[in-house]
């Protein structure tokens, strides 16, 4: 799932999309990675059964020895990198492992079958189509049944065609479990970030309707003061009074605009909370989103365009453009939005949208690029 652990994403692995990574800490699920190490101890025994206890030329075992150790270390290593690198990743890893599990019944014959149950198991945590795994698995299932009944092992071919089903579903669940529970701490980070975005826009509208009246009276009585003082005989102690009320009526003002400044800042546009907006926006309008799991690496300074250019950018993919997928990528400097869908407008011109965000970005020194996008739709790119 695309986590970002901490600061990883994690790819859904059924969809393609990049899910929040607080559950991982690497290119896949750890536990894989040590179960894989644990159980290609057991290919041991097996290996020095059928390789180097039979009568055959030391050639042929080291081959077939090699061959093995290519395959498990494929099966070790394949499904993590499938999972940080998506569905394609995925099928590319199946063929590689059946390609190396070819090679070690081409050495070994059918004694190799054997390591169909581990084949099975990498399929299952492998990122594939939904139920492409479970097709995989059954027909792996059935033609290690159908190979062992032609040779007359009936008995043998019972127990290896029930294990490889067994343990590849059963690793095949496990996986489905993963996926689903990223899937729920993805959601869990989208309600937090909308409720720490609603939140500031209370606190922000109750500083302003609150602490900004007061300070607005306190200027107007002290300036009213002030003109009372007007009407007093000079002297000392008159001056030394309009001195200090002219003192508390600036204090005053410029406390007023310290807080409408703060107060703009709280509900100004905030890339974070844009990206919990766009998460929501793209699920229902029924897009596959592709979304960062964190925005720690954009500094503050661009936080508020980075926003606006990602308003901008999933209104328009949600809007106008027909798309069923959306990729947003964020960098310390850079923000990308595209999609899968239409494609720019014929003449290349822009709308009042864009128009805005060519302004915002002209302003802070930056480059907008527009055009069409490697999923074949529309791009929005922003360098600062």
Known sequence: MTSSAGGTSVRDVSTGNVLTGTMFRGPGPRGWFIGAGLSILLWAWPTWNIVWSVDQPLAWKAAASASLVVFFAAYAFLP???????IRAGAVSVCILLALNGV???????????????LACAIAMTTLPPRADFFLIVTLSLASLSTQLLTGNGEQALLQSGLILSLGLMMSAFARLIRQTARLR?????????????????VARDMHDILG???????????????????????????????????????????????????????????????????????????????PGTVEQVPARHRELFGWVLREGITNVVRHSGAARCRVRLTASSVLVEDDGVGPASGGRSGNGLA????????????????????????LAVEV
């Open 186 to 202: 993805e959601a869990q980070t989208g309600l937090a970030d909308a409720a720490v975005a609603a939140e500031r826009s209370r």
């Open 356 to 379: 805005g965000i060519r302004e915002r970005v002209g302003a802070a020194g930056g480059t907008v690029s527009i055009g069409p996008s490697d999923l074949g739709g529309f791009r």
């Open 213 to 291: 009246h007061s300070l607005t009276v306190i200027a107007v009585k002290a300036e009213l003061a002030g003109r009372m003082l007007d009407a007093v005989p000079g002297g000392p102690a008159r001056d030394r009074a309009a001195a200090e009320i002219a003192a508390v009526q600036d204090l005053a003002r410029g406390a007023l605009a310290d807080v409408r400044a703060t107060v703009a800042g709280y509900r100004g546009v905030n890339v974070l909370a844009e990206l919990a907006v766009a998460r929501t926006a793209l699920e229902s309008a029924g897009i596959d989103a592709e979304l």
């Open 80 to 86: 993590q990198i499938s999972w940080r690198l998506g």
């Open 104 to 118: 070690i019944i081409f050495f070994i014959g059918r004694d190799a079958l054997w390591t169909w149950t581990f």
